[in-house]
């Protein structure tokens, strides 16, 4: 992973050197002679993670008199080292994400965004498969699905709707062996193919064969729902409703 700018996850449990194991990781990078900022998720208040993080602006708050730049504008350049990312807020979750995503920042009481090349490895000693499970840590597999499926009607001039419960279903039970980059696919494949204006349904999304979890509807070739005499999958009926956009 070392010589890519892909984000880095250290699972382990505590005293065994995620930090050092995280800067052996940036000293053998292309990003070696560039910034390294560690911060420790568990060691700054809730109240002030988003600003350490992401920066300030005057006036976001009592007591912030001047702009101040976060740890990932510091870190730009360079790498930046999330230490028990795992304590983090579910605000600071989400604005994480957007980070990642969009590769750049909002500053707490600002109202523009500052792009930012920042590397991330992140460690833990939680479980975030299980922390995910527990509504403790974020899922980000639906805030990826809006985030694509917004993307690819802009980029494709394509009106969809959004996506049936059928095809939510489907998409968090999935196990991606093509990771992230199977997700945008499936998403652009669908956005593509669906009829415009209406929902996405489990067939526009899984047409090569993929095997879905037992506990999910599954797709043959045609179209038709395995295990039900072969009735066709139905268009937006009234029980589906568009995935909500958050």
């Known amino acids: 992973m070392a010589p890519t700018t892909a984000t880095v ?3 382990s449990e505590s005293g065994v050197g995620k930090e050092k194991f995280a800067s052996i990781l940036r000293s053998i990078s292309a990003r070696r002679d560039k910034p390294f900022v ?3 998720c568990a060691a700054i208040p809730e109240t002030l993670i988003e600003s350490g993080l992401f920066g300030v602006e005057p006036g976001a708050y009592t007591g912030a008199g001047a702009s101040r730049p ?3 504008e510091r870190a730009h350049g360079g790498t930046l080292f999330l230490d028990e990312i795992g304590t983090l807020s579910y605000a600071a979750q989400g604005k994480l994400l957007r980070t990642l995503q969009e590769c750049e920042v909002e500053r707490v009481g600002g109202t523009r ?3 930012v090349d920042t590397r991330v490895i992140a460690a ?5 498969r299980q922390a995910v499970r527990e509504g403790r840590f974020r899922d980000d597999v639906p805030l990826l699905m ?20 059928a095809a939510v279903k489907a998409l968090l039970n999935y196990d ?6 199977e997700l945008q696919n499936l998403i652009e494949r669908a956005v593509i193919v669906a009829p415009e204006g209406s929902l996405l349904e489990v067939h526009h999304l899984f047409t090569s064969g993929e095997a879905l979890d037992k506990n999910v509807l599954s797709v043959r070739s045609d179209g038709r729902l395995a295990g039900t005499g072969g009735t066709l999958l139905s268009q937006a009926g009234p029980a589906s409703r568009a995935m909500p956009d958050h």
Do not use: C, E, M
């Open 124 to 128: 833990t000693n939680v479980d975030l």
């Open 38 to 40: 560690a911060v420790n």
């Open 146 to 165: 809006s985030h694509f499926l917004q993307h690819y009607g802009r980029k494709h001039a394509r009106q969809v709707s959004g996506f049936t419960q």
């Open 70 to 72: 976060g740890r990932f």
């Open 176 to 181: 991606y062996p093509g990771n992230i980059r």
């Open 9 to 11: 996850l250290f699972t």
């Open 113 to 115: 965004s500052i792009r």
